[in-house]
């Protein structure tokens, strides 16, 4: 294990959150959309997630996706790389809350390198991936809008994990 040859990738961030409440008649029409999961790459920066709309009317309340960490830089020396930014926050809810960011991945090199790579940001639907204090790709997230895990390698390429989609939660009431 070479010390310029480690790297700890950042967690992706989580996507943000809104909640509406909308008064409607039968028949109503809407429109929706998903956002997609932001996906790890190999030795570069991880994807960014999409964005969730939903619109009734002139009204759509959008939730804005993560995104991913920037690419980790190989060092033989003290090194953070840090997490991805949560989503930013999001509009027209009546409840607007910004997504939680990815934490930073750490190298620190003593005789060999050491490090821990950074857990991705949660969301109100999901873990994100964990980070790593073991050389490997990337831990996937977990339920919906949360951010993928960093990577962790000391000689070999590592790929981020995966963030996951967007949810949208459909209430009625009579």
Partial sequence: NVGGHSAAGGGGGA??????????????????????????????????????????????????????AAQAAASAALTANAGGAGGLVSTNGDVNAVGAPGEPGVILVVAGPVGASGTGGPSPFGAGGRGLAVAGAGNNAGGYGAGGGGALRTAAAGTGGNGTAGCIVVEEYA
Avoid at 28 to 33: D, E, L, P, S, V
Avoid at 38 to 55: H, I, L, Q, Y
């Fill in 15 to 68: 996507g943000s959150y809104a909640e509406r409440t909308f008064d409607v008649s039968p028949s109503t029409a809407y429109t929706y959309a998903i956002g997609a999961a932001g996906a790890g790459v190999a030795e570069d920066a991880g994807g960014n997630g999409g964005n969730s709309t939903f619109a009734v009317g002139a009204t759509t309340v959008t939730a804005n996706g993560g995104t991913g």
